[in-house]
Each structure stands twice: as C-alpha cells, then as structure tokens.
C-alpha cells in the first residue's frame, strides 16, 4: 500500500513524525507540490494525503490507481468531491482537531487591539516610559471586555468555543446562526444578520466560506457596523471585501480588523491592509499549534486505518 503525502510541509515541518502511518504501508512525502508535479508524483499512490494541492476532476482521471484521498485540514473545497466520489474515491478530512487553537488565536487577536499590545511594546522600546514622571504611561486608553457585545457569525465548534471564552471575560454575546433559538444556551441572543451588524462591538467571523457568506463583509455591511467596531477574522478570507475593510479604516469607519487570513494566500505585498495601522494580520497559523498538528497527524493515521480496515470515517463523499 503506497501511501503518498503531497504537501506534507503545511502540516509538519519536521517536528512530529510519521510513524503511525508507516505502520499502514509505504509512506513517501513531499514537502511541497506544484501543480505540475502532482499528477507524475501521485500516479502509483493507493492513498494521497495533502493539506493545500487541489485535486479537480482532470487531475483525478489521470489517477486510475487511486482508491482513497486524506485531507489533511477541515475544509475540503480543495478536491472536487463529486468526481472523487464518481471516481470510487473516498475523500476524509480532520473535523474539530483545531478548535481550541483558532479560538485562542482569536482571543489573542482581541486582546492585542483592546490592550494595546503592540503600540505599547514599541512604546516602550522607545524609551517612552523610562523617560515618564509617572510611575506608568499611556497616551490612548486600554478597553475592557466586560459588559460589551461580541458577535458571533456562525456556531460551529470554534464559534461555541469562542462564545464559552468570551462569557467569561463578561461580555454579551449575540449569533447569527441557523440552529434554533431553542438549541443555544440561554445567554446567547440568536439575531439577524442585520442585528448582529449593528449591535456588535466586536463582531467575529466563524462561517463557512459560501455563495451565502462571500464578501459577508462589504461596503454596504460595513455602514451598518460601529465606527468603533473590532472586526475579527479566523474563518476565510473571502468572507470579507478587503478593499472595502482597508478603506473603512483608513477613513475611520471601522475601530480595527483582525484577520488570520486572507483572500490570497499567500497575500499579495500590494494588499491595501497592510498599509492600514489598525489591521492585525496573522499569516494563517491559528490553526498550526503543535499540540492541533499532533493531533491533525494522528487522527489523519486513524482515518487511513478505517479505510484499510473497510470502515472508513469522517467521509465528505459519501
């Protein structure tokens, strides 16, 4: 049994290993796969595993060996599942592994705006403080989370975990989501996507990128929000119009964007956010803690074993 790992960078760079795996067959992994490359290198592979590479429907044709693909991430937009699934192709994927990650992240993301982490860290590198007559300095208020409004769009997994976090800083919590008013906790208020633009203090994006949900964020829903609003961003990057987030801030419209990802990834050097003070940017790594990427490693071991075994698990096309 081949099993060939097509970008095995994204997900291990050299700090776990692969030994689960190599219990189930011939492993061979390649850091990285261009499109180029991915037909040649996966065309005697029984399993490919990747995290990025896209597999469409010509590239699968040209694979008559393959009977299982692995994704290594919980989003799986990268292969065409309907062909895969013509093809006699199981596709799996890795639910949940990240959850507590991305919510950490999101709350760091929070808390770098609303205690001004970075802009005090420099200000103390510039000797701001050591040349004070106070005992402390500051020259722009920190915010508390206690009492104001966070919205939520989408109460997935991380949503909930955020949710969870959040109530225990204090803060009100409102959600769009299509569960039932009945389902939630009762101290989260189900609103309107309009509702939870024009109530939200921070507002915080946990949706799945959709027809429904593309440019969620534009220029139309921006004038709807706070000028003051901290706009949070760990889901997809086309869940926002960039250009339309990067100008709210520049005229000041919007208190802040924080984003761990983008609509081009890897991002343009152009991209008008990273002119803009008020937007945090993260390079997509609020999922790539060590402890979710063991977990990711061992769960993707446990999926190959239950294909193997006839009993495939966390199937996306069945």
Request: net charge negative; aromatic share 8%; hydrophobic share 40%.
């Amino acid at each position: 049994m081949k099993i060939v790992i097509l970008d095995g960078y994204a997900a291990n760079p050299g700090d776990l290993d692969y030994h689960l795996l190599e219990k189930l067959g011939e492993v061979v992994v390649y850091p990285r796969t261009s499109d180029a490359e991915k037909v040649e290198r996966a065309k005697d592979a029984d399993i490919i595993l990747l995290n990025k590479v896209q597999i469409d429907a010509e590239t699968l044709a040209q694979l008559p060996k393959l009977k299982y693909i692995g994704i290594q991430a919980t989003g799986f937009n990268v292969v065409d599942i309907e062909a895969a699934r013509k093809q006699g192709i199981i596709v799996t994927n890795i639910p949940a592994y990240s959850t507590d990650s991305v919510a950490q992240m999101t709350f760091a993301l929070i808390l770098a705006v609303t205690n001004r982490v970075e802009h005090y860290t420099q200000e103390n590198r510039n000797e701001r403080w050591a040349y004070n007559k106070d005992f402390c300095y500051w020259d722009t208020p920190l915010m508390e989370l206690a009492g104001k409004t966070l919205g939520i769009m989408g109460l997935g997994n991380i949503g909930m975990k955020v949710a969870n976090i959040a109530r225990q800083f204090g803060m009100n919590i409102c959600a769009c989501t299509s569960k039932n008013s009945s389902d939630l906790p009762e101290w989260i208020q189900k609103v309107s996507k309009e509702g939870l633009l024009a109530t939200s203090d921070i507002l915080s994006l946990h949706c799945p990128l959709s027809d429904d949900t593309y440019h969620f964020i534009n220029k139309e829903s921006l004038e709807k929000m706070k000028d003051t609003a901290i706009l949070v961003n760990t889901g997809r990057g086309l869940l926002v119009d960039e250009e339309a987030v990067a100008a709210a801030l520049h005229e000041g419209s919007l208190g802040a964007y924080c984003a761990d990802v983008m609509a081009q990834e890897p991002p343009s050097k152009e991209n008008p956010l990273f002119g803009e003070p008020n937007a945090y940017l993260t390079p997509h790594i609020a999922w790539a803690t060590y402890e979710a990427r063991e977990r990711l490693n061992k769960q993707v071991a446990t999926n190959v074993k239950a294909f193997l075994e006839g009993n495939p698990i966390n199937v996306v096309n069945k």
